[in-house]
């Protein structure tokens, strides 16, 4: 039992953000900033198209290229779809 109380503290202690942006493609893909910076880290960055019955199925792909305390780097295969981002950090 002592051993998940400090999992379940540390839990406590993270802080999540969303967002979106344009996903464009390309060798160097738009920063967005968080709508507040995280204070120490920014652990994953978790992302998905806007658009209706967007993914895989369709040879679709978005997702975080970069990210650190204060921004995330977009990326989108077809360069247009907007794209949805959950970040967790501390």
Do not use: E, H, R
């Not at 953000?17 to 920014?42: E, K, L, M, R, T």
């Amino acid at each position: 039992m002592q051993q998940k109380v400090p999992i379940i503290i540390s839990l406590l202690l993270v802080s999540k953000q969303w967002g979106s942006g344009d996903g464009y493609d390309g060798a160097n893909p738009s920063w967005y900033s968080f709508p507040i910076a995280f204070p120490s880290a920014c652990y994953q960055v978790v992302t998905n198209g806007k658009g209706n019955g967007y993914g895989a199925k369709d040879g679709n792909s978005c997702g975080a290229c970069n990210w650190n305390t204060k921004q995330v780097q977009l990326y989108s295969n077809d360069g247009t779809k907007p794209v949805n981002y959950i970040a967790i950090g501390k």
